[in-house]
């Protein structure tokens, strides 16, 4: 597991204020099995996250928001591993 901590305060010169705690904890599981010794299986299930923030483009115009929005996402892998022709 990983944990992520951020904050961030901002002001924006139309006066917006920005101001940001973001804390998440990230996971990780993977599995293999072996066939024999040429072929092996794997599986893996992780979860990822980006911190939300502060936008830049706010600065000069103050019809954009002053932030955005933290992003999650659970990545699933199966796949396998093989040797042909005797290598």
Do not use: C
Not at 13 to 25: C, D, P
């Amino acid at each position: 597991t990983t944990d992520a901590r951020q904050r961030v305060n901002s002001l924006t010169s139309t006066g917006q204020v920005a101001n940001f705690e973001f804390s998440e904890t990230t996971w990780r599981v993977n599995g293999e099995y072996h066939l024999d010794d040429d072929k092996m299986l794997y599986a893996n299930v992780s979860t990822g996250f980006r911190s939300g923030g502060f936008n830049g483009g706010a600065l000069t115009d103050p019809r954009l928001p002053a932030s955005f929005a933290p992003e999650t996402v659970t990545a699933y892998e199966i796949g396998s591993k093989n040797r042909f022709l005797d290598d």
